[in-house]
């Protein structure tokens, strides 16, 4: 056993006791998202290291620190995507799709970041992505939130609490810069490495610090709402006066400034207090630089990321989870002999019942070996095909877990008794 591989930290296998629960949750997701009009993208998992450094921003911790990047055989650097929208722009520039707008994608899959695995907190974990360009208003933020909203009712989730801010523009970030620079500057000693690095480069980050130590001095630090432009300001009432008209509560949470450099006006998060410190569920904002910064012609952006396991961990936690279902009908030969008749039973059953779960018993033994195969996969009904049927050209169906009587039929009247069973037996 020493030698067995094992998978790298903080990647975990999803094992078939899980997988019901993943289908469950992308299920909901993909018609809460179709239901809106979106339309899916598939990216590749590998970008040029460059598309992340462009738009993720230097100062971030992704690029500083969670980046999985290497050199491939030509000498390029390479890295496994630790987000899905810088290279959602990306693909929308290099495909022109922003020709017609506003586009509507969505997309779902593995991301990748070398943090410290912990429960909520993976080095491969997986986002399902909401991007929408091409489209400035207030309602398109609001059309985010409207749809997140719907999204937990359909995965039954509750108990969430959206937090809101707006970070205004480019010039009333750089006012703000200025004041946040000035507030922490006489307090250098109290700062941490990280904090003391984007002091200078970026000091909006340090509110974004999870240092408890710093909370008590970004808690007293200049408000952001201090120093929004008027067109922010509009934008950001124009928003909360929707979420309102829709009946959604929201917190404005003035220290929001979210850990990636794109965004501007709106920023949002949904919050568990279940989950202990892995608390934003999903988070998003406006990032209307973006495409301009990664080469394009500029164009408005919205779009919002959600971590799945942190949505299925939260299900677990609130008793919504799926379990994978047993089969509906075991087929068995009583003994080898009857094999093949038992296969063309099972193929008979998968081709005109489909929407029943038939297992086929495909090792030799005993009867009674056989039965309790049968009773151990959680089946309700067993059908037998032994020398008797094989005379008679029927087969017997016998239900499980319960005391009620076998009955002896023929392949056509499967179906009916076979139904009957199933809803009478529950
Ligand atoms: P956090 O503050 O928890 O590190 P973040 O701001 O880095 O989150 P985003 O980049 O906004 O997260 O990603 C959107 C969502 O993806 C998060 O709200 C979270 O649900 C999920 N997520 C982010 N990082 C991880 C991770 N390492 N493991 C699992 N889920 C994650
Ligand atoms: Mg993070």
């Known amino acids: 056993m020493a030698n067995l591989a094992k998978s790298i930290r903080g990647m975990n296998d999803t094992l078939p006791t899980d997988t019901p629960e993943w289908r469950a949750v992308e299920g909901h997701i993909?018609?809460?998202?179709?239901?809106?009009?979106?339309?899916?993208?598939?990216?590749?998992?590998?970008?040029?290291?460059?598309?992340?450094?462009?738009?993720?921003?230097?100062?971030?911790?992704?690029?500083?620190?969670?980046?999985?990047?290497?050199?491939d055989r030509n000498g390029d650097s390479l890295t496994l995507r630790p987000e899905g929208t810088a290279s959602c722009v990306r693909a929308v520039l290099q495909n022109s799709l922003l020709q017609n707008v506003p586009q509507r994608l969505w997309y779902l899959g593995p991301m990748f970041r070398h943090e410290r695995p912990q429960r909520g907190r993976l080095r491969q974990f997986h986002q399902v992505?909401?991007?929408?360009?091409?489209?400035?208003?207030?309602?398109?933020?609001?059309?985010?939130?409207?749809?997140?909203?719907?999204?937990?009712?359909?995965?039954?989730?509750?108990?969430?609490?959206?937090?809101?801010?707006?970070?205004?523009?480019?010039?009333?970030?750089?006012?703000?810069?200025?004041?946040?620079?000035?507030?922490?500057?006489?307090?250098?000693?109290?700062?941490?490495?990280?904090?003391?690095a984007r002091l200078n480069s970026n000091p909006l980050r340090i509110l974004d610090s999870k240092n408890p130590d710093l909370q008590e001095l970004i808690s007293e630090a200049p408000s952001l709402s201090d120093y929004l432009d008027d067109d922010s300001k509009n934008h950001f009432i124009a928003f909360t006066k929707i979420l309102s008209a829709n009946n959604i509560k929201y917190t404005i949470n003035p220290r929001l400034v979210r850990g990636l450099d794109y965004y501007n006006?709106?920023?949002?998060?949904w919050v568990t207090e279940e989950l202990g410190a892995q608390s934003a569920i999903c988070a998003g904002g406006r990032y209307d630089s973006l495409v301009g910064t990664m080469g394009g012609k500029a164009s408005h952006a919205t779009g919002c990321a959600m971590g799945l396991e942190r949505i299925i961990e939260l299900r677990k936690v609130q008793q919504i989870t799926l379990s994978p279902q047993s089969p509906d009908i075991y087929v068995m030969a009583t003994d080898d002999n009857y094999e093949l008749l038992a296969i063309q039973t099972a193929e008979y059953l998968r081709s005109h019942i489909p929407a029943l779960k038939t297992i086929l018993h495909v090792s030799s033994g005993k009867l009674k070996a056989r039965m309790k195969k049968a009773d151990r996969t959680g089946a309700r009904i067993a059908i037998l095909i032994g020398a008797d049927e094989a005379v008679a050209k029927k087969v017997t169906v016998k239900p499980l877990q319960t005391n009620k009587q076998q009955i002896m039929c023929s392949e056509h009247e499967l179906k009916e008794i076979l139904n009957e069973m199933l809803v009478t037996n529950g």
């Open 30 to 71: 993909l018609s809460v998202l179709q239901c809106y009009g979106y339309h899916e993208i598939r990216l590749p998992i590998l970008e040029q290291t460059s598309v992340f450094h462009r738009s993720i921003g230097e100062q971030t911790d992704i690029v500083q620190k969670e980046m999985y990047s290497f050199e």
């Open 129 to 196: 992505g909401i991007e929408v360009f091409g489209a400035g208003s207030p309602q398109s933020d609001a059309e985010l939130i409207m749809l997140t909203r719907r999204l937990w009712d359909s995965l039954s989730i509750t108990n969430l609490r959206l937090e809101v801010n707006s970070l205004g523009n480019e010039e009333s970030r750089a006012n703000y810069r200025t004041a946040l620079v000035n507030y922490f500057s006489p307090f250098k000693k109290l700062l941490d490495e990280p904090s003391l």
């Open 265 to 269: 006006k709106t920023v949002f998060e």
